[in-house]
């Protein structure tokens, strides 16, 4: 009995001993693991507040053309392109994608566009076709880079010596990096711009590839007054003729051209819009082939479409911009894209 109780005592000594050392030992590993942990979640904390605080950051930015939010840097240079809108050059390709177009009459009844893109840019735009100087002075109100596909040696100077930073395409004609033909149209119509070979093209110049444009003025909701309309004509000429129909569900205007919706080859989409700004502009003929001198600087009278309403007011020439206004005040766009059309004072604009 005496053996049994000593082993027995032994076996409770050691078993004490080794809980003592076991939990002199365990508040020290608790404590390592404890700060790990708040370390952990202090890292996680951080993180996440410093995400939220740029998330909220990004939320106050804004594309200075479409007024839209965005999380992305706008920082960059707006890029113009003149777009070929003679009906072999249909459907045209990155159109729903542009910010801003500008439609004006080029030669004869044929308009042209220039397309302005800068929250979202295309790999393909185009077709692209000749400059003409109302399209670059346009471009230059927005420090925009601009880009065509020939042009007459005296309108090629004047580009040249505009101060205008710009791409002729027949400099770079069918060079697989920048432009590009596609075999499926006859030339003039399938010359296309390569927007991926910009960045090289730009730097090649020695252009300044940063510096996003001013932005333009755009309204809250709900500011807009004007006389209710569904569709609204643009007639050019006997052969020309735009319309905008309005979709009140996506609060867009719907564009088609000789009574065909706009459809984007790119992606099939409607070409639709938030704006339409119709401006009417003294226009001159100045040589037996049609082409035209447009004043985009002395101002007059136009039209703003907005949320299925129409109001009249007049346009001001601002720093190379065309804005409108009311009564000497200037007003806003909704935010989103705008078409703009610039019309002569014999085109008609009729309303529905």
């Not at 965005?70 to 392109?81: G, I, P």
């Not at 542009?98 to 800068?118: K, N, P, S």
């Not at 190379?320 to 008609?348: C, E, M, Q």
Request: one cysteine or more; hydrophobic letters at 35%.
């Amino acid at each position: 009995m005496r053996k049994l109780t000593f082993f027995s005592l032994l076996a409770v000594l050691f078993l004490s001993a080794c809980n003592e050392e076991a939990g002199a030992a365990q508040p020290e590993e608790t404590k390592e693991k404890e700060t790990a942990v708040e370390e952990q979640i202090e890292t996680e904390e951080n993180v996440t507040v410093d995400e939220k605080e740029e998330t909220e950051q990004a939320r106050t930015e804004t594309f200075p053309l479409t007024g839209e939010a965005t999380a992305e840097k706008a920082d960059h240079r707006a890029l113009s392109v003149m777009v070929n809108n003679h009906p072999k050059a249909r459907p045209q390709s990155g159109l729903s994608q542009a910010d801003i177009v500008y439609e004006v009459l080029a030669e004869g009844q044929i308009t042209r566009f220039l397309a302005l893109f800068h929250s979202d840019i295309p790999d393909t735009i185009g077709p692209v076709r000749s400059a003409r100087p109302y399209y670059f002075e346009i471009a230059d109100g927005f420090d925009a880079l601009y880009t065509y596909h020939g042009a007459s040696t005296s309108i090629n100077q004047q580009v040249a010596g505009s101060g205008v930073d710009y791409l002729d395409g027949a400099m770079y004609d069918n060079n697989g990096w920048l432009f590009e033909r596609s075999s499926d149209r006859a030339a003039p119509h399938n010359s296309y711009l390569l927007t991926e070979g910009v960045e090289q093209a730009v730097a090649n110049k020695g252009y300044d590839e940063s510096g996003e444009p001013e932005a333009l003025p755009f309204a809250e909701e709900g500011s807009f007054e004007g006389t209710p309309v569904d569709d609204v004509q643009i007639t050019y000429g006997s052969r020309t003729n735009v319309s905008f129909t309005y979709d009140a569900a996506k609060e867009q205007f719907l564009r088609s051209s000789d009574g065909e919706p706009t459809i984007d080859r790119l992606n099939e989409e409607r070409v639709a819009v938030e704006n339409v700004w119709i401006i009417e502009a003294d226009h001159r003929i100045i040589d037996n082939a049609g082409r035209r001198a447009i004043d985009l600087t002395s101002g007059g009278n136009g039209y703003l479409l907005q949320k299925g309403q129409m109001k009249e007011v007049e346009w001001k020439n601002v720093d190379g911009r065309l804005l409108p206004y009311k009564d000497g005040s200037p007003l806003a766009f909704t935010p989103g894209k705008t078409w703009v059309n610039i019309i002569p004072g014999n085109a008609a604009v009729e309303s529905e």
